[in-house]
């Protein structure tokens, strides 16, 4: 299931022919995914690419969920060089028409196989990636959480390689994914745009896929902040209108750096004395953390713990979001558009 021989370019595949790459970290949705799609994926893919994406691998993957795809696993590894390097690692390897990408925290529905088969067939000339349909199960007997509400955004969200096929040379000729962005977070749309920007259209077929809510820790939503900077490489290279294009949501930057300017003002203004002016600057950060805090904990299931975490989070997202932002400009300074170099 590991390595072998270089797939041959030159063999005839059926049009509507499939492999399969998803990159992964060795969690143990894993075996979830691989359960589902063995159960689900007939007509089978050519092959299943497990990018194994572990900075130091340890012991191999367990892929005893693939059942009887397992004899068309192969294994690759990366290293840590994250998801978008990952699937490039796949695509280079894939010799079937179609690449599907799928994450390993996905599991796809029992008629994926035969949707993704009528997806295919049915994809025009001009179009370079067919969409699954995603669904985020959320807790029928509560509210969701702040991590549970974004996640469930993966529903609305357009192009995403949870579960994306893509014409495998299209892809490949672009350059596949801009490994700058170094988590799983943009780099999907950033290749959305590349290929309609070439004159290719993308749509969203029949097939769906679920897409589990991962457990995370109550700290995931600081983390996530990190995407502030990969925002900045999306605005370098496609642009400021590239929010509406990728048909992503603008989320609350300006309010952090509202947020963060008052606050430095506070600190400021009171190290020199002018305590009336730094009262107002340190009311204003209070008003605007507080309506941050607010807009996540009201639709939540405001619990005791889920309060706590909200307002603790809340003070500390504004500055570092910015943070973030901030770095990105100055890492991705006078980036050009991904031309497929590593």
Known sequence: MTGGPAPDTE???PAEAYSVVIPTIGR??????????????????HEVFLVDDRPHPGAPLDVSGAGPLAGRVRILATHGRGPAAARNAGLREVAAPWVVFLDDDVRVAPDWGSRLADDLAGAGPGTAGVQGRLTVPLPADRRPTDWERCTAGLEEA????????YRTRTVRASGGFDERFPRAFRED??????MMDEGWTLTRGSRSTLHPVRPADRWVSVRVQRGNADDVLMSRVHGPGWWSRAHAPRGRLPGHAAITVAGLAAAGLTLAGRRR???????????????FAWARIAPGPRTAAEITTMIGTSLVIPPLAVRHWAAGHLRHRGAAPWGGRS
């Open 11 to 13: 063999r005839p595949y």
């Open 158 to 165: 357009a192009w995403a390689t949870a579960d994306m096929a």
């Open 189 to 194: 749309a950033d290749l959305a745009l590349r």
């Open 277 to 291: 002016a730094a009262g107002v600057a340190a009311g204003l950060w209070a008003l605007g953390t507080a309506e």
């Open 28 to 45: 143990p949705c894993l075996d979830d995914c691989l359960r589902a799609l063995a159960e689900a994926a007939q007509p089978p893919p």
